[in-house]
């Protein structure tokens, strides 16, 4: 069974940045693709971007593309994601989650628990 | 980008009806790469349908899903009071993933 542990809330001031992560206990982390979600309080899902660790390669939102680095650390089965010039906007909870494919269907199976970033001055 | 609208925006309904929710896309979405979530207060989303029409593990008969291009459902054929939640469908192109808006499903 996998589980997806995530870092705690975070408050942050507008203009600096945020760094959350997510730990795999319960399988090997390297051969999936993660995938970060934010959402806004009563809003809807909203994708940010994804890493295959082993292929080191990552995909970014348009809507976030220079703003975002999403990371991987193999040998602690841990992912990142740092959000930087943080505005009020990214006040949200933001949300990993694995990547699964399955013959020819791909999917999001497991997520993690969230993580609250607050961006206040 | 394809952008995934979803309708109705609320369904209300009472325990034992049917609920039927339609997602569309902007253009045509790979089957295999069509997948619907299930989110309550407070929780992660929880996958409900993957490739469009298979049930992941755990999840009762009542739900199903079909479609296919661009017009894809998620039926629920007998509504019962733990299926209030808001849904939604997700779809992966060219290495981007993207969301619908989601419908919220309420239970009289």
């Known amino acids: 069974q996998v589980q997806l542990v995530q870092s705690g809330a975070e408050v942050k001031k507008p203009g600096s940045s945020v760094k959350v992560s997510c730990q795999a206990a319960?399988?090997?982390?390297?051969?999936?693709?993660f995938n970060w979600v934010r959402q806004a309080p009563g809003q809807g899902l909203e994708w940010v971007g994804r890493?295959?660790?082993?292929?080191?390669?990552?995909t970014y939102a348009q809507k976030f593309q220079g703003r975002v680095t999403i990371t991987a650390d193999e040998s602690t089965n841990t992912g990142y994601m740092e959000l930087r010039s943080l505005r009020s906007e990214d006040t949200a909870v933001y949300y990993c989650?694995?990547?699964?494919?399955?013959?020819?269907?791909?999917?999001?199976?497991?997520w993690g628990q969230g993580t609250l970033v607050t961006v206040s001055s | 980008e394809i952008v995934l609208t979803q309708s109705p925006g609320t369904l209300s309904l009472s325990p034992g009806e049917r609920a039927t929710l339609s997602c569309r896309a902007t253009q045509s979405v790979s089957s295999g790469y069509l997948a619907w979530y299930q989110q309550k207060p407070g929780q992660a989303p929880r996958l409900v349908i993957y490739g469009a029409y298979k049930r992941a593990t755990g999840i009762p008969d009542r739900f199903s899903g079909s479609g296919s291009g661009t017009d894809f459902t998620l039926t629920i054929s007998r509504l019962e009071p733990e299926d209030s939640a808001v849904y939604y469908c997700q779809q992966y192109d060219r290495s981007l993933w993207t969301f619908g808006q989601g419908t919220k499903v309420e239970i009289k």
């Open positions: 319960g399988d090997t982390f390297s051969p999936y693709t």
């Open positions: 890493i295959s660790p082993r292929l080191r390669a990552t």
């Open positions: 989650a694995r990547e699964w494919q399955q013959l020819v269907s791909l999917f999001f199976d497991y």
